[in-house]
T-cell receptor, first 116, second 114 residues
């Protein structure tokens, strides 16, 4: 069974801490994405990557950075956590090119981050 | 940016009945894909159904079907014979044909009552 695994299901961090959210996929997908999910706002794209060491800003990149050193791993970094970053964070992946086609995302099960 | 609008924040339906969730989108492109995702309380997002814009025939997956109106930019999801396990958040999503970025609506919370 193909998987996107997010390392933490729940996380509580203090304001100002540097926070790492990890995502690993075992499907050899080229594209990986980080979204945050907030009630009434749906899913909003933070960053995405279409290849190792490549990254692109999404719609709400402020306060976040990412790292993709290996194809299977895409990390989201909160440089200095703030209370307005309390949210659900979802990682997703999808293949590229001919194998991408009309395919949808495969999602991880989410990390609920609380910043206090 | 593309917009995807779900105008029903919350809906309820009795078990075994039929319910329709609405979605509209805005794009000037002619080639794209549309999706409905389900997010149950377990939080795992599950693909329910997809539709290619170039196909006129509406997609169907068992009890789930869509009404795709390309000219109206409308993409509604019909759930027949609703089951308690259909209780979840449902998200409509749009994707360009040549780009893997998705745009999501704000979601509709569906509650199936026994």
């Amino acid at each position: 069974d193909v998987k996107v695994t997010q390392s933490s299901r729940y996380l509580v961090k203090r304001t100002g801490e540097k926070v790492f959210l990890e995502c690993v996929q075992d499907m050899d997908h080229e594209n990986m994405f980080w979204y945050r999910q907030d009630p009434g706002l749906g899913l909003r794209l933070i960053y995405f990557s279409y290849d190792v060491k490549m990254k692109e800003k999404g719609d709400i990149p402020e306060g976040y950075s990412v790292s993709r050193e290996k194809k299977e791993r895409f990390s989201l970094i909160l440089e200095s956590a703030s209370t307005n970053q309390t949210s659900m964070y979802l990682c997703a992946s999808t293949p590229s090119g001919a194998t991408g086609g009309s395919g949808g995302y495969t999602f991880g099960s989410g990390t609920r981050l609380t910043v206090v | 940016a593309q917009t995807v609008t779900q105008s029903q924040p919350e809906m309820s339906v009795q078990e075994a009945e039929t319910v329709t969730l609405s979605c509209t989108y805005d794009t000037s492109e002619s080639n794209y894909y549309l999706f409905w995702y389900k997010q149950p309380p377990s939080r795992q997002m599950i693909l329910v159904i997809r539709q290619e814009a170039y196909k006129q025939q509406n997609a169907t997956e068992n009890r789930f079907s869509v009404n795709f109106q390309k000219a109206a930019k409308s993409f509604s999801l019909k759930i027949s014979d609703s089951q308690l396990g259909d209780t979840a958040m449902y998200f409509c999503a749009f994707r360009f044909a040549n780009f893997n970025k998705f745009y999501f609506g704000s979601g509709t919370k569906l509650n199936v009552k026994p």
